[in-house]
């Protein structure tokens, strides 16, 4: 049995944070564990109340993991501030895993802020050159390239910068286009365009922690990078199309598409 950990919040509707990755990982048939960083207070309307995990507590739970069942391929989400990104930071450099998935979320798709400000320029020095794949959405790309995005040109730039600047594997998400849904990873180099349809679904919650999951998902099984983020993207297409429909607001994905109807409890 292949292991992900993921390393992020919780959200209390399920949608998004260590939700929706557990979600994720049980799915694609793995063993999920989790180390939370923060307890939210949200709902597909919005984050209401933050409140992270102290630090010697995020260490407690990373050393629980990595003493006892070693997963092999993390997801790194919501990090709240320098003090958890220092133990983060101790806790990679230390334990050494085989495969890192840093998915660079600092706002909410609410626009509530979830990192503090001053914690980025921390969090671009030390902590993301300590992951294999980043895969930052065009808001997020801009922000910590200190540039704008908008032709298909200025993203396999904003890419190749991206990937010189922290020595990693870019999976650049398109998904805030209105007319395309065409993501971008820049492997060894290159951009390889993955090509996809924009679905007419309003409820989008918790799409970057469940695509930054599925791709550590089949890094843990033995897949190469591309591959496992073709994988991912078609697993994330689907949890869109299946059109669930829950909440008053951005409502969740439906990760568990893939499970026959048909059966009990569907």
């Not at 049980?26 to 597909?44: F, K, M, P, R």
């Not at 297409?237 to 009990?264: E, F, V």
Request: with cysteine.
């Amino acid at each position: 049995m292949k292991t992900v950990l993921t390393i992020a919040g919780s959200d209390c509707s399920g949608g998004a944070g260590i939700q929706a990755d557990l979600k994720t990982i049980a799915a694609h048939g793995l063993y999920g564990e989790s180390v939370i960083t923060a307890l939210t207070a949200q709902n597909t309307m919005g984050v209401a109340e933050i409140v992270p995990v102290s630090p010697d507590f995020l260490e407690k739970q990373l050393e629980c993991i990595f003493t006892d069942i070693v997963p092999n391929a993390v997801k790194i989400g919501m990090i709240t501030g320098i003090s958890q990104m220092k133990v983060i930071k101790k806790g990679l450099e230390h334990w050494q895993p085989k495969h890192v998935v840093m998915d660079t979320v600092m706002v909410s798709s609410s626009g509530r802020k979830l990192m503090e400000p001053e914690a980025i320029s921390f969090y671009q020095k030390e902590l993301l050159p300590l992951a294999e794949i980043y895969t930052p959405n065009l808001p997020e790309a801009e922000l910590l390239l200190k540039t704008t995005i908008k032709t298909k040109e200025e993203r396999v730039a904003a890419a190749r910068e991206f990937a010189l600047q922290y020595k990693g594997i870019v999976y650049l998400k398109g998904g805030h286009e209105e007319a395309f849904a065409d993501d971008l990873l820049y492997l060894d180099g290159e951009p390889v365009w993955m090509l996809g349809k924009h679905i007419e679904n309003p409820n989008t919650h918790g799409t970057g922690c469940t695509l930054s999951s599925a791709i550590a998902c089949g890094l843990a099984q033995g897949f190469g990078a591309e591959e496992s983020a073709r994988n991912a993207k078609e697993y994330i297409t689907g949890a869109i199309a299946d059109g669930m429909n829950l909440g008053k607001g951005n409502g969740p994905l439906n990760h568990m598409y893939r499970i026959n109807r048909s059966q009990p409890g569907f």
